[in-house]
Every structure is written in C-alpha cells, then in structure tokens.
C-alpha cells in the first residue's frame, strides 16, 4: 500500500504567486477602471495631486511601517494627528492675535509644537508597550482615547482654520507639492534606516523573534521604545500637514484614520506579524494604492458613504493577503 | 585540579517543586575534550546545562570557569564567559541574511551609522568557507535547510570567541548527509582547541564522537568514563540502572471481547494502513521509535487530525470521519503528554481544571454550573488519583510537579468516565513514584472496563504494564505479540528494522 492519498490542499494557498503582486495587479486594474470612467484621472497633473493628497497619510504609514515590523500596532495615530492639529491651531490663534504669525520663527515654533505633541504620545505608547510590556492593541488604544480626549477639551470642540499653513500643504516648489517632497525625502531617510543602519536590521530582527533577538544580546527594550517614538513624531509631522491641506480642524478630522493608515502599510507588504517589509517600495506602494483609490472616487463623485465601504474592503483586503502570505514560523 | 581543567561543577543540585533534578552533581571538563553527556529522558540532562548556560540558578553547589568563580545569573553571562549553546530550536531570523544573522549584535558601522555590508560579506564568506556549508553570505536564511542553519549557529559562536559549546541533541532534525558534515565540523572545532559538550540519547553518535562520557540518570551522576574503556552495553546499563524486573503493579481482571476495531487507517505517509482490535478491560502497549507515527496515529483515532482513508468500528458503530466531538461523546479519551499545550490550563486553578471537561454534565437548571457539585466531584477524584494539591481552589496547575500536573490532567478524563483512553507518553517527564500511581490508576480503569491505548518510548514500562504489545515503524504496524512472548531485543528489532 504504497498509494498515498492527496489530501485536498488549502485552496487559497494557490493564490499565493498571484497575491505577491496582487497589489500591482489590483494597482493596474483600478487605475484603468478610474482611467476609463473619467479622462481627466491619467494625467501628469492628477497624479501630483494625488501624491500631495496621500503625503500626510503617507508620514504616517512610514512611522506605522517601523512599528509594524517589530510586530507592534498603533491604533493612536490619527488622534495623535488630531491632537497636533488641534495644538497648532491653538498656538496659531494667539500668534495671530499677536501679530507674529507668518515670521519664518512662528513656523519653526509650529512645527516644534507638532513633533513635539507626536514625540509625547510616542513616548508614552513607547513606555507602555517596551517597558510595562502592555499589549500594543491596548495601550495605543488607550492612547487614542486620550489623545481625543484632550483634544477636544483643548479645543472646546470647535472648528479652526489655518489658511497660513496653505503654502506648505498645497504649495509647489519647482513645480512639485512641497508635502510630496518632504514625503519623498522621509521615504529616502528611514529606507535607509531600515536597510542600512544597524538600528534598522536589529529590527527585522526583534520582529521575527523577539525571544531570540533578547538572548543573543539586542536590546529589544530600547529599539521597541524608539519605533514607537519615531511612530508618534511622524504622526506629529501627519497631523500639521494634513491640517494645512484641508484649511480646517474639525472635531472629525482624520477620525478613523489610524486603520487607512495600518492598511496602507500592509497592502505595501509589511506584515502585521512583525520582521517583514520595507520603506521603500514597500509603504511607498501602499501609500500611492490607497492614495489611487481616494481620488479616483472623488473624481468619481462617489457617495461619502461609499468610502467607509471602500475603507472597510481596503482592510479586509490587507489583512488576507497578509494572513495568506504569512507561512507560520519559519524556523 | 590540573591545569588542562576549563570548567568543574561541584555538588550542584536542583529540585523543583520538592523534587530532587539533580542531586549532587559533580564533573570537570577538560580543555580541548569533546565530553559526552547521555541520559534518559528526565535524568537531569538539560537542567544541568541550563545552570551552566545561567537560565536556571542552582539550588547548593558552585561552578568554576578557568579556575575562576563563575555565577552567571543570565543566558548572556554565559555567553560573555564562552559558553555558546547550539539547542534544538536554533535562534537564528530567518527573514535576515546569512552574514546579518552572524554579526546581528554587533553589526560593522562606517559613514551615517550604515552598517558595513562588504565587510560582513568578507567576514561571513570566510567562515563559510571553512566549514564547506553550501550557501553564501546574502542568502536568506529562511531558504536554508537545518544543517546549514546549524552551522551558520556553530559560526556565531566562533565569532564570539566561544570557548565551551554546547550542543543538545543537535541531530534531531538533520538529514544523514547534514549529520554526517556535522559530525566533520565537531572533531574540527576541537582541534582549534573550543571544548565540547555533546548532549544526546543516540549512543552510537557519543561513542563515535566523544572522549569521554558522562551517564546521568534520575539526577544522579552515575559515572564518567574514558570512552575506550567502556563498552556500549555498559553505558546502556548505567543509563538505564534498574533491572527489568522493578515492579509494576498489577490487579485481576478480565479482558472481555473486541469493542474497538480500526480498519485501514492511513494518513499521508506517517500512518500507513493501520488495522487493529482492542478487548474490553485490555491494555495495549504501542511502541516505536521516534518518528514511527505513533502519535500521529493517536490522533487520527481521537479525531485531532483528519484520516484519508479507512474507518473505526466503536461498541458496534462504524465511524468514517472522526471528530474530538464525536470521540468525547462516544467515551473516548486523549491524554497527551504535552500538558503545557493541550492538556492543562496552566493559570487555572486545580479545581478549574479537573471539571473543566465535566462541566456540561454538571449544569442545574438555565445553564449555572453547581459549584458544591464542583467541589464534590473534585475533591473525590482527587483522593481517588492522590493528586498532591495543597487547596484546588486556590492552587495553579503551573505550581504542580510534573508528576501531579498529569495526574490533574488523568483526573479530568476519569470525572468523564471513558470507556476508552488513548494515552500517548502519560508518564513523559513525571517522576518515578508518580510513575507508579499513574500505572496503577491505568490498571484500576481497564480493571473496572475501560480500554486503554498505551503509547510510550519506554519498553520497560509497556512490558511492565501492558497485556500486547504492538511495535510501529515507518507508519506501519510491524508486530504485535502478547504479554508471554515480550522480548527487548524483538522488540526494538522490530521497531528499528519494520518488517523482517
């Protein structure tokens, strides 16, 4: 009895070869479809200004992106966003007042202000998952609710307006958005982080075994307190851009957002269990996906309610590709 | 003490739980020797290297490294010192390349903190070379097959200047080829003058390998001796110790007729084709070496893995697909001899655990659970098995002994009255006297009808305990015998040869 039954094999796991470029081939389609349904989608023009659209988001999925290969989440993200704003405005209204609005410091001092609101909540979210050893899910949604909380004490939610930031958000330099700039830049910077420094390969490290990265000598602690940090700055970053893009700081700006933004970083190949993907191409793939699939619809004209539904399938989407494409322990 | 000596344990010894792992454990470790260290499963063996690698402290005794106190109070102390282990599971990331998983704790730095990947290639390319492993330094170790992956962990400790390394049965996942370059690489590393310890329970590989070997068994030392000095029957005996005839004990009983027939029974290649029958009130020992699909089989018969073909005829019903389900509402119980995963939930109080298969049948009325029945049923399997739990309300099953944790494991099966127990090494890491009451609770419960599936690596005890013996290889049943005609030499034959 020699003849051994095939056993039926795990159909999705066919797919495999396929999901390595789904994202390309899910790029490709969409971008024909949204192409197809309205002329104006392939252009030079709208592809800047969906770069500059996704710019903001983007900062974030980078910080999302590090976090995310030490296997660690942060569902703070987008009230972090909100919380910089919001701190901005604030710091805006009474330069305003004063007069002092517009010098080249009242914008060192903005910007200050919104890394260092980004670096706090890092800090802590750092302290409560490397430290206290809280589970990431829990303390960043801790976190989260905090970080709206006081935000919208602060701002007795009320909405703001910081035309003064247009320049930054919707400006061009040399014929390219300012924000997909400094978008470009980050990418190139913590890329080379990632890939070049020893900080950045102890991480893919800490991310596939964090155990074993422990024993040999890592200091697992430090690296995880920083991603969390550089997680929470960028955040900062996300958040003042983001403001000067919309001109107005509403009590639902950016709500929800942390999940695009976790997506984002998946759908570009970074998995939520931890030691795999990369700066670039990989958040950036995410980021121009995501991004693609926005201003398609709004070009599109499609119902707002229609996003949500879109969201949710962006995250189911990820999540599958990752689970599919996640092979177990590979020791 | 002579000067060639690099390390001496004096009088360590190490219980947990109140029971005695090591006791008084004395040994020097020449420079430069490969030192075998054999032992049954329990004797000791990785407890000891544990103390010496600074995961676990030694309860009385001291160690001297090169002459100096050593008193490491974490594996990385170990480590700083020259001591590197090679475990079972290797600690390599497998997401990084071969040269990066090298040189992960201290990377090479140049320009802008960028980590100097040409330098790590050169480095890494040399060591490579050396050992003739087939791979190159970009190659990402999750391609790699265990043998290379072991050597690549054997380089790491040579970077790190190790002068001791411990390998703990470095052979069980490597293919013959990958062995047999392993076994080139150790004789290596000893003539560069790096001391061994080579911890396994295949004794053709210590004899062939080592110097000298050290016989541990249930936490003594029994000896060590100069391998050209002693045979191998010799050590089997000193591991071993006891003579076959320990006593086991025995009930009258009577074995009645077949209620339990399994047909055809195959899965994949580890179980093969499988048919046997089992009486009422029968035991039935079933023996084979590592990788002869015993446990495999044991699932497929509780229903845990799904079977591709045949089928199970249970007190008259035939069964096609078998699910845990329909095995626990038919009587038929598993236990497991990985409590930790499958059988105990180790935070859960004693009490928790033992009704936790018994719940269903203790609810009252609108679902609420009794808490005095609880109580009542616990306590009295509790006294029946002898479990020794200080108070089973307050008492996790993690702050048992090995021994009791499988007694609570037997105690929640027994509340479900099986007629049927399918028990795959129940008695693996349990002390000797808890041995002996758990072979007695087997024997009260085939005594009182049930019939039991013995599953054990231990030929002694399933000669001891059981009434037929069958013997598994290659994921086949190649002999059965009854209690008159058990034969060691047979026995293991059989289970090393398959069929003759």
């Given at each position: 009895?020699?003849?051994?039954?095939?056993?039926?094999?795990?159909?999705?796991?066919?797919?495999?070869?396929?999901?390595?470029?789904?994202?390309?081939?899910?790029?490709?389609?969409?971008?024909?479809?949204?192409?197809?349904?309205?002329?104006?989608?392939?252009?030079?023009?709208?592809?800047?200004?969906?770069?500059?659209?996704?710019?903001?988001?983007?900062?974030?999925?980078?910080?999302?992106?590090?976090?995310?290969?030490?296997?660690?989440?942060?569902?703070?993200?987008?009230?972090?966003?909100?919380?910089?704003?919001?701190?901005?405005?604030?710091?805006?209204?009474?330069?305003?007042?004063?007069?002092?609005?517009?010098?080249?410091?009242?914008?060192?001092?903005?910007?200050?202000?919104?890394?260092?609101?980004?670096?706090?909540?890092?800090?802590?979210?750092?302290?409560?998952?490397?430290?206290?050893?809280?589970?990431?899910?829990?303390?960043?949604?801790?976190?989260?609710?905090?970080?709206?909380?006081?935000?919208?004490?602060?701002?007795?939610?009320?909405?703001?307006?910081?035309?003064?930031?247009?320049?930054?958000?919707?400006?061009?330099?040399?014929?390219?958005?300012?924000?997909?700039?400094?978008?470009?830049?980050?990418?190139?910077?913590?890329?080379?982080?990632?890939?070049?420094?020893?900080?950045?390969?102890?991480?893919?490290?800490?991310?596939?075994?964090?155990?074993?990265?422990?024993?040999?000598?890592?200091?697992?602690?430090?690296?995880?307190?920083?991603?969390?940090?550089?997680?929470?700055?960028?955040?900062?970053?996300?958040?003042?851009?983001?403001?000067?893009?919309?001109?107005?700081?509403?009590?639902?700006?950016?709500?929800?957002?942390?999940?695009?933004?976790?997506?984002?970083?998946?759908?570009?190949?970074?998995?939520?269990?931890?030691?795999?993907?990369?700066?670039?191409?990989?958040?950036?793939?995410?980021?121009?996906?995501?991004?693609?699939?926005?201003?398609?619809?709004?070009?599109?004209?499609?119902?707002?309610?229609?996003?949500?539904?879109?969201?949710?399938?962006?995250?189911?989407?990820?999540?599958?590709?990752?689970?599919?494409?996640?092979?177990?322990?590979?020791? | 003490?002579?000067?060639?000596?690099?390390?001496?344990?004096?009088?360590?010894?190490?219980?947990?739980?109140?029971?005695?792992?090591?006791?008084?454990?004395?040994?020097?470790?020449?420079?430069?020797?490969?030192?075998?260290?054999?032992?049954?499963?329990?004797?000791?063996?990785?407890?000891?290297?544990?103390?010496?690698?600074?995961?676990?402290?030694?309860?009385?005794?001291?160690?001297?490294?090169?002459?100096?106190?050593?008193?490491?109070?974490?594996?990385?102390?170990?480590?700083?010192?020259?001591?590197?282990?090679?475990?079972?599971?290797?600690?390599?990331?497998?997401?990084?390349?071969?040269?990066?998983?090298?040189?992960?704790?201290?990377?090479?730095?140049?320009?802008?903190?960028?980590?100097?990947?040409?330098?790590?290639?050169?480095?890494?390319?040399?060591?490579?070379?050396?050992?003739?492993?087939?791979?190159?330094?970009?190659?990402?170790?999750?391609?790699?097959?265990?043998?290379?992956?072991?050597?690549?962990?054997?380089?790491?400790?040579?970077?790190?200047?190790?002068?001791?390394?411990?390998?703990?049965?470095?052979?069980?996942?490597?293919?013959?080829?990958?062995?047999?370059?392993?076994?080139?690489?150790?004789?290596?590393?000893?003539?560069?003058?790096?001391?061994?310890?080579?911890?396994?329970?295949?004794?053709?590989?210590?004899?062939?390998?080592?110097?000298?070997?050290?016989?541990?068994?249930?936490?003594?030392?029994?000896?060590?001796?100069?391998?050209?000095?002693?045979?191998?029957?010799?050590?089997?005996?000193?591991?071993?110790?006891?003579?076959?005839?320990?006593?086991?004990p025995?009930v009258?009983?009577?074995?009645?007729?077949?209620?339990?027939?399994?047909?055809?029974?195959?899965?994949?290649?580890?179980?093969?084709?499988?048919?046997?029958?089992?009486?009422?009130?029968?035991?039935?020992?079933?023996?084979?070496?590592?990788?002869?699909?015993?446990?495999?089989?044991?699932?497929?018969?509780?229903?845990?893995?799904?079977?591709?073909?045949?089928?199970?005829?249970?007190?008259?019903?035939?069964?096609?697909?078998?699910?845990?389900?329909?095995?626990?509402?038919?009587?038929?119980?598993?236990?497991?001899?990985?409590?930790?995963?499958?059988?105990?939930?180790?935070?859960?109080?004693v009490k928790?655990?033992i009704v936790?298969?018994k719940?269903?049948?203790?609810?009252?009325?609108?679902?609420?659970?009794?808490?005095?029945?609880?109580d009542q049923e616990a306590d009295k399997v509790i006294k029946e098995l002898n479990v020794k739990v200080?108070?089973k309300?307050?008492?996790?099953?993690?702050?048992?002994?090995?021994?009791n944790?499988q007694k609570v494991v037997l105690s929640k099966w027994i509340l479900k009255e099986p007629?049927?127990f399918?028990?795959?090494?129940?008695?693996?890491?349990?002390?000797?006297?808890s041995?002996?009451e758990i072979y007695t609770i087997i024997n009260n419960m085939a005594k009182n009808?049930a019939?039991?599936?013995?599953?054990?690596?231990?030929?002694?005890?399933?000669?001891?305990?059981?009434?037929?013996?069958?013997?598994?290889?290659?994921?086949?049943?190649?002999?059965?015998?009854?209690?008159?005609?058990?034969?060691?030499?047979?026995?293991?034959?059989?289970?090393?040869?398959?069929?003759?």
């Open positions: 009895m020699e003849s051994v039954a095939t056993a039926p094999t795990f159909s999705a796991k066919k797919l495999i070869p396929l999901l390595q470029y789904g994202v390309y081939i899910i790029f490709v389609v969409l971008a024909i479809f949204f192409g197809v349904m309205n002329h104006r989608f392939a252009t030079v023009n709208n592809g800047l200004l969906l770069l500059q659209q996704a710019a903001p988001i983007g900062i974030a999925v980078i910080g999302m992106t590090f976090v995310l290969i030490v296997a660690g989440l942060d569902l703070s993200v987008a009230q972090n966003m909100y919380l910089s704003a919001v701190l901005i405005a604030i710091a805006m209204d009474s330069m305003r007042k004063a007069g002092t609005l517009g010098t080249v410091w009242s914008f060192v001092f903005i910007f200050g202000i919104a890394l260092t609101t980004g670096a706090v909540i890092g800090t802590i979210n750092g302290v409560l998952v490397a430290r206290w050893k809280i589970v990431p899910f829990l303390a960043t949604l801790a976190m989260q609710g905090i970080a709206r909380g006081v935000a919208l004490i602060a701002s007795h939610s009320k909405v703001f307006f910081v035309p003064e930031l247009g320049p930054i958000s919707n400006g061009r330099w040399l014929g390219f958005p300012v924000v997909t700039i400094i978008l470009f830049a980050l990418i190139f910077i913590f890329d080379y982080i990632l890939r070049r420094t020893t900080f950045g390969r102890q991480l893919m490290a800490i991310g596939n075994d964090s155990a074993s990265a422990q024993k040999i000598g890592i200091n697992v602690n430090r690296n995880v307190f920083f991603v969390y940090l550089i997680c929470g700055v960028l955040a900062g970053l996300a958040g003042l851009l983001a403001a000067g893009q919309g001109g107005a700081i509403a009590v639902y700006f950016h709500q929800g957002d942390e999940f695009l933004i976790i997506s984002s970083a998946v759908l570009g190949g970074i998995s939520l269990f931890g030691g795999k993907g990369s700066v670039f191409p990989g958040a950036l793939i995410g980021i121009i996906l995501v991004g693609t699939i926005v201003n398609g619809m709004t070009m599109m004209n499609a119902s707002p309610y229609a996003y949500t539904i879109v969201r949710g399938a962006i995250i189911f989407l990820a999540v599958m590709v990752d689970s599919i494409n996640y092979k177990g322990e590979l020791r | 003490m002579n000067e060639e000596t690099i390390l001496v344990l004096k009088d360590i010894s190490k219980s947990f739980f109140g029971a005695m792992v090591l006791d008084n454990i004395s040994l020097e470790v020449r420079k430069g020797e490969i030192l075998g260290l054999v032992g049954e499963n329990g004797a000791g063996k990785s407890t000891l290297m544990n103390i010496l690698g600074g995961v676990l402290p030694p309860d009385t005794g001291s160690m001297e490294l090169k002459g100096h106190a050593f008193t490491p109070a974490n594996p990385r102390d170990a480590d700083k010192a020259g001591i590197a282990f090679i475990h079972q599971e290797l600690s390599l990331f497998s997401n990084l390349t071969v040269a990066e998983n090298m040189f992960i704790d201290d990377l090479p730095t140049g320009v802008l903190w960028s980590v100097q990947f040409d330098k790590m290639r050169t480095e890494a390319r040399e060591y490579i070379e050396k050992f003739g492993v087939h791979t190159t330094p970009d190659t990402k170790v999750e391609t790699l097959s265990m043998g290379i992956r072991q050597t690549i962990e054997i380089t790491k400790a040579l970077i790190k200047n190790a002068e001791i390394i411990i390998f703990d049965e470095p052979t069980t996942s490597l293919s013959q080829t990958e062995k047999d370059n392993l076994f080139k690489i150790i004789p290596q590393l000893k003539d560069q003058g790096v001391t061994i310890i080579y911890i396994s329970h295949i004794i053709e590989d210590v004899f062939h390998l080592c110097d000298r070997i050290a016989v541990l068994r249930d936490g003594y030392l029994v000896g060590v001796e100069e391998k050209d000095q002693v045979g191998k029957n010799q050590v089997i005996k000193m591991m071993v110790g006891r003579e076959l005839n320990q006593v086991y025995t009258e009983k009577t074995i009645g007729d077949v209620i339990y027939r399994a047909r055809n029974i195959q899965r994949g290649t580890a179980v093969r084709d499988i048919s046997f029958d089992l009486r009422v009130g029968e035991i039935v020992g079933l023996f084979g070496l590592m990788g002869a699909g015993r446990t495999e089989l044991a699932r497929c018969l509780f229903g845990a893995d799904p079977i591709d073909s045949g089928e199970i005829e249970y007190k008259g019903k035939r069964h096609r697909k078998i699910s845990p389900e329909l095995s626990i509402k038919e009587g038929v119980s598993f236990v497991t001899e990985d409590r930790r995963q499958e059988g105990l939930l180790m935070p859960k109080t928790e655990n936790l298969a719940l269903n049948d203790l609810q009252e009325r609108l679902g609420m659970v009794s808490s005095k029945r609880e200080k108070d309300n307050k008492q996790a099953a993690k702050n048992l002994s090995g021994g944790q007629s049927m399918v028990m795959d090494e129940p008695t693996r890491g349990v002390d000797v006297g041995k002996y009808g019939t039991v599936l013995f599953i054990s690596s231990e030929m002694e005890e399933l000669m001891g305990l059981c009434d037929r013996i069958m013997v598994m290889s290659k994921g086949k049943i190649v002999a059965e015998m009854p209690k008159s005609e058990y034969n060691q030499e047979k026995i293991i034959s059989y289970a090393i040869g398959g069929v003759n």
